[in-house]
């Protein structure tokens, strides 16, 4: 033997042991099996076919049973041969390897795994699945919150493993994936057995503001609150309480959502049926306000017939009020049928029409041509409207103010709040209308006077302008000659040669007794002086001249005048 062998470097003792494992497939950080030699006190002695033996200690076996000699177990190898010369050997975590790869393949069939939720930490629990332990969310416990998870601890259960990440040791898992998944089977089974029509019992197990769920088996059904009743409900738990057995019927399911529809009023009979028959137009009843709002009230004539009173249908006299101004909740009231549509369940009533019209009754009271006394409440640029009532107004036209001035002149001697005398002119009582005049008091000055068309009237000017002459007529009213009528001859057609003050005779030409508009023409009145002088005086043969006819005419004015 040579010195180099007895006296071996550290590099020849490496590759001498490594040859010596160059048969034995042992590799660190396996999990390889283990034979138990023996059991003492606080270790189990195994041989895992290395020079040397192993010692695990004999916690790691856990809830194991506890080995005996001879039985195989499998244990991980951290290191073949520590500073002692023993293999390093760990049964906890060859059972955590095991679970690993146990757990992996689950997670890959997407199969839940056995587990126990074995304590609490923050944000969730801890679930030993069978030597590693994962993370339960508080969201993933339960399919509805719980308060005390109590009774789930130490449990074994299945869980369903969200999530893995093995380098960091990372398990996610939920009990309520593995609940849900068992509720959809049985749902679907459950729905399997159901069909819409079906009537069934089912309790209460929640309410809220827009219906119940109630539990039919295993299965929950929405009963909406417009199917509980055919009247009108403000509340499900005016019908139903929680706990409470009830019957219904299963109007629809939702093979998708696996969602049920249930009813409580179909299985009674319908309140619409045959409703024209019972509600004829024009017949009056006595129903209950169940609700107000902005555009009208809600009456119920019967159990799950309701009608609807507008609010242009509530009153004859008070427009653009609040329907809560005339009537309240509960008030009962009569009122008329005035429409019904039995295909959409509207019937229209009437809450004026079951009272006197005031219309007819002041007719009745007031007929036309009569006189009454009322308070101005109000003066627009049409005329002003009259209190004749307590709710009845009657409008005063502004052309029905005065006879001889005009109206806008005329309305502006009154005030909100005076008390005038009218007199009643027209009553429309379909169109809720009262026409009253003031100057209808006294006789048209015009009725019956000298002014009509083709008199002649004696007028004093008042005003002087470029275009003509203003003048006032003995009645007072005023007209205005224009200055092509102020003569027939052109050259004296100049309105300066009037002065105010000034008394003139001119012709009506035209008179509109309505608007009151005289038209004058001195021109006109001259042309027929003319004509009245050429018919006395002259004749188209006689051979004399105008200017004597005109002569001989004023010759026979003025004798007349002597004698």
Wanted: glycine share 10%; charged share 30%; net charge negative.
């Amino acid at each position: 033997m040579s010195a180099e062998t007895m006296n071996p470097s550290t590099d020849d003792f490496a590759s001498m042991f490594e040859s010596s494992f160059a048969g034995s497939n042992m590799q660190e950080g396996r999990v390889v099996p283990a034979t138990v030699i023996s059991v003492e006190n606080d270790a189990v002695i195994v041989d895992v076919g290395l020079k040397t033996e192993g010692r695990v200690p004999l916690r790691e076996f856990g809830q194991d049973a506890t080995p005996s000699a001879g039985d195989i177990v499998e244990v991980y190898l951290e290191r073949i041969e520590n500073a002692l010369g023993e293999a390093v050997l760990s049964r906890d975590k060859a059972r955590r390897e095991e679970a690993w790869t146990r757990l992996e393949k689950l997670h890959e069939k997407e199969e839940p795994a056995e587990g126990a939720i074995v304590g609490r930490v923050k944000g969730g629990f801890t679930v030993d699945l069978g030597g590693v332990n994962a993370f339960l969310p508080g969201s993933q416990v339960d399919i509805r919150p719980i308060k005390d998870v109590g009774p789930l601890m130490g449990v074994a259960q299945p869980f369903a493993i969200l999530k893995m990440d093995r380098p960091r040791g990372n398990i996610v898992v939920s009990r309520r994936a593995v609940l849900e998944e068992s509720r959809a089977e049985q749902r679907a089974e459950i729905v399997g057995e159901l069909a819409e029509g079906d009537v069934r019992e089912g309790v209460v197990k929640n309410i809220t503001d827009y219906g119940a769920f109630v539990d039919l088996g295993g299965i929950d059904g929405l009963l909406h609150v417009t199917d509980m009743s055919w009247k009108r409900i403000s509340h499900p738990s005016q019908v139903v309480n929680v706990g409470e057995t009830v019957k219904v019927q299963i109007i629809k399911i939702n093979p998708d959502t696996q969602r049920i529809s249930l009813g409580m009023k179909q299985l009674m009979s319908d309140p619409w049926d045959g409703v024209e028959a019972k509600y004829p137009l024009g017949a009056r009843y006595t129903g209950r306000i169940t609700n107000i709002t902005d555009y009208g009230a809600f009456v119920e004539l019967e159990d799950g017939v309701e009608g609807l009173i507008h609010v242009s249908e509530m009153s004859w006299t008070k427009k653009n009020v609040h329907p809560g101004k005339i009537v309240s909740t509960s008030q009962e009231v009569d009122v008329m049928v005035l429409d019904v549509d039995a295909d959409k369940r509207r019937i229209s009533l009437g809450l004026k029409q079951c009272m006197d019209n005031p219309w007819d009754a002041f007719l009745v009271d007031h007929p036309v041509g009569s006189e009454l006394e009322g308070e101005v409440r109000g003066i627009t640029e049409f005329g002003m409207f009259v209190g004749i009532g307590p709710d009845l107004d009657g409008m005063v036209h502004i052309n029905d103010i005065d006879w001889n001035r005009q109206g806008e002149e005329a309305i502006e001697d009154y005030n909100k709040g005076d008390t005038v005398k009218v007199k009643v002119l027209e009553v429309d009582v379909e169109k809720e209308r009262i026409s009253l005049g003031i100057k209808q008091l006294g006789d048209d000055p015009m009725a019956g006077g000298d002014v009509r068309k083709g008199s002649t009237l004696t007028v004093t000017v008042t005003e002087v302008a470029s275009g003509g002459i203003e003048v006032e007529l003995p009645e007072g009213l005023k007209a205005f000659i224009r200055r092509s009528d102020l003569s027939r001859d052109r050259s004296e057609q100049r309105p300066e040669r009037f002065a105010v003050g000034d008394t003139i005779d001119a012709k009506v030409t035209n008179f509109d007794r309505n608007s009151r508009r005289v038209t004058l023409s001195i021109k006109a009145l001259e042309i027929e002086e003319e004509k009245e002088a050429v018919a006395q005086y002259g004749s188209a043969d006689s051979g004399a001249s105008l200017g004597d006819i005109l002569g001989a005419a004023l010759k026979g004015d003025e004798e007349e005048g002597k004698q």
